[in-house]
């Protein structure tokens, strides 16, 4: 068994194909060295200094040492999948009988100039270069709103830098969660500190003499010691599109995640997966879903027939406030709070078509998790079954039924 990733997905298959009692070889091949890699620390613990950048790991490097699963860090340069093997980059070949692919995405980038001090987050080098460069008084531009971006914005007012987010919506998180929730991001972030720019192009990012300049559409220069660029990722698909692999948004994969090659599979950030839960192929860049999708994956690829489905979940971590959001909320979706954001805890739910679509929490974990559990149930809730009086108690009820 081959699985080219050393992500979440790729390590998260190899333990799920010992624990099924898979006997044989089990090869990891990433371009990253060393064991695994657990995102989410890079932009919350690693950044803060919490962690050390190389124990952001899934497991360890002996866990995978003892049960026997070889990490090769190498370069793929191509699938041959009428010989079933891979060819890395050295020329070394290495031959599969079943083969994963968990090759992830790469952090999207903007033309910039070449030694513009201009950061992405993706990797634990990047993580290592960006932690280096916050401190007091240091200036710091976040290009994006999103997830990464806000928490890269958080964790640098943790440590006192001036910092500038800007955003081409008129709201954060606009193109996944509806404008109120925007405003309650854009308002957390002003309220600490973080000049939060909306509705802005950018011409232009240049090198200033070591430092880096903004030219803005509205012609505004804005200047700062560097720069992140968090503006999405880019999923990985050029190993399969160019071995012939079926690919759209993704590597295109069925229920049990299989490629339109019998003895190819995909999983995690990079599958894009029909999903019975939500109705619709979805491609999920989330931690738990990348754990969970490559583990049913590597049983597949051991002979079982496990569809695959469950409901996305999503956290982040900003200034103390632990924010999680589960389901598949749209900008346009309805929602409705029923205890205030402002505050913690707050919750709000989504609702399309009068029926819930998903839910939001501040400091509010278990109460996300039951609202969790009934969509997962395969039933459509109406928003009109959820008192705002006290939700918890609610989802106890309908989750008795």
Aim: a negative charge; proline letters at 5%.
């Amino acid at each position: 068994m081959v699985v080219v990733g050393t992500g979440v997905a790729g390590g998260s298959a190899a333990i799920a194909m010992r624990a099924a009692g898979y006997e044989g070889r089990i090869i990891l091949i990433g371009d990253e060295p060393g064991a695994p890699i657990s995102r989410p620390p890079l932009s919350k613990q690693v950044l803060q200094g919490k962690l050390p950048a190389d124990k952001a790991r899934l497991r360890p490097a002996s866990f995978f040492a003892d049960r026997d699963v070889e990490i090769m860090g190498a370069t793929v340069e191509r699938i041959d999948l009428a010989r079933k093997r891979v060819v890395l980059a050295d020329g070394e070949v290495v031959p599969f009988d079943r083969l994963l692919l968990a090759t992830g995405g790469r952090a999207r980038v903007l033309a910039t100039d070449p030694d513009a001090p201009v950061y992405t987050l993706r990797t634990i080098a990047d993580a290592v270069a960006i932690r280096e460069r916050l401190a007091a008084g240091e200036s710091l531009v976040v290009v994006g709103a999103g997830f990464i971006g806000a928490e890269v914005a958080a964790t640098a007012r943790s440590v006192s830098c001036d910092v500038t987010v800007l955003e081409a919506a008129s709201q954060p998180m606009s193109r996944v969660l509806p404008p109120q929730i925007g405003e309650f991001f854009g308002d957390l972030h002003r309220g600490n500190g973080v000049s939060l720019l909306t509705d802005v192009g950018i011409d232009r990012i240049a090198n200033n003499g070591g430092r880096v300049r903004f030219d803005l559409a509205d012609g505004q220069l804005l200047g700062a010691d560097f720069a992140v660029v968090g503006v999405g990722m880019v999923p990985n698909v050029e190993l399969a599109a160019d071995a012939g692999l079926e690919v759209s948004n993704g590597i295109v994969v069925d229920a049990i995640c299989r490629t339109s090659h019998p003895d190819v599979f995909a999983a995690g950030d990079v599958a894009n997966a029909p999903n019975g839960l939500l109705g619709r192929r979805v491609r999920v860049e989330h931690w738990q879903n990348a754990q969970h999708q490559a583990a049913a994956a590597a049983r597949n690829m051991l002979g079982a027939s496990e569809e695959f489905a469950e409901i996305p979940w999503v956290w982040t971590d900003q200034y103390g406030l632990n924010v999680q959001i589960a389901g598949d909320p749209s900008p346009d979706d309805d929602v409705h709070v029923t205890e205030a954001l402002g505050t913690t805890p707050g919750v709000a739910l989504f609702s399309r078509n009068g029926v819930i679509s998903g839910v939001l929490g501040v400091d509010s974990g278990d109460t996300v998790q039951a609202v969790r559990r009934l969509m997962a149930s395969g039933r459509q809730w109406p928003i009109s079954e959820f008192s705002s009086s006290d939700l918890a108690a609610r989802c106890a009820e309908l989750e008795s039924r």
